[in-house]
T-cell receptor, first 116, second 114 residues
Framework: NAGVTQTPKFQVLKTGQSMTLQCAQD?????MSWYRQDPGMGLRLIHY???????DQGEVPNGYNVSRSTTEDFPLRLLSAAPSQTSVYFC???????????????FGPGTRLTVL | KQEVTQIPAALSVPEGENLVLNCSFT??????LQWFRQDPGKGLTSLLL?????REQTSGRLNASLDKSSGRSTLYIAASQPGDSATYLC?????????????FGKGITLSVRP
């Protein structure tokens, strides 16, 4: 299994540009989520999905859009990039059933985004 | 609102020491607690997951304990090695169903000196 993969690894955008961060998992996980990690702020949840066709907002959803058309993919779209969106973005997934091992969160390697 | 605190933010120890990393949370109504490791420039790797009904979990030199009533968890690392140098984060999952969100602490950056 490749686990959770994210592309690109690095990206530089200009203010106002849009782009999509890709996330895919091959573990048949139902639950997928996007976090941003900023110095001094820790990890904050942006959006999450509990299955194909179902998404919901997290703690900091403004300026981001998501969709979940398949179980495997959960892209994050930046609609109009702003310098405040400079961050490291992580995608995570878990099996999502109750139970001991199934709740483990698996993280991707991250995308480092700079908005000028 | 759940808050997770990890103090200190950084720790430096000599190789071979047994050490304890602390995690505290404000709402004891949790579903589970996870400890993660993050190496510089990398993603998070799950180390141990403790369900709310459990008191501890062990994996190799790592032992994590959970005291829900006091809102505390500890990660014990035995015989520390330079390769243990990383940031360690704890995260709690609330009890609002299996899909409730994780709340993360800001992490403890551990440096193990040879």
């Amino acid at each position: 299994n490749a686990g959770v993969t994210q592309t690109p690894k690095f990206q530089v955008l200009k203010t106002g540009q849009s782009m999509t961060l890709q996330c895919a998992q091959d573990m048949n996980h139902e639950y997928m989520s996007w976090y941003r990690q900023d110095p001094g702020m820790g990890l904050r949840l942006i959006h999450y999905s509990v299955g194909a066709g179902i998404t919901d907002q997290g703690e900091v959803p403004n300026g981001y859009n998501v969709s979940r058309s398949t179980t495997e993919d959960f892209p994050l779209r930046l609609l109009s990039a702003a310098p405040s969106q400079t961050s490291v973005y992580f995608c995570a997934s878990s099996y999502s059933f109750t139970g001991s091992f199934t709740d483990t969160q698996y993280f991707g390697p991250g995308t480092r985004l700079t908005v000028l | 609102k759940q808050e997770v605190t990890q103090i200190p933010a950084a720790l430096s120890v000599p190789e071979g020491e047994n050490l304890v990393l602390n995690c505290s949370f404000t709402d004891s109504a949790i579903y589970n607690l996870q400890w993660f490791r993050q190496d510089p420039g990398k993603g998070l790797t799950s180390l141990l997951l403790i369900q709310s009904s459990q008191r501890e979990q062990t994996s190799g030199r790592l032992n994590a304990s959970l005291d829900k009533s006091s809102g505390r968890s500890t990660l014990y690392i035995a015989a520390s090695q330079p390769g243990d140098s990383a940031t360690y984060l704890c995260a709690v999952k609330g009890y609002a169903g299996a899909n409730s969100k994780l709340t993360f602490g800001k992490g403890i950056t551990l440096s193990v000196r040879p």
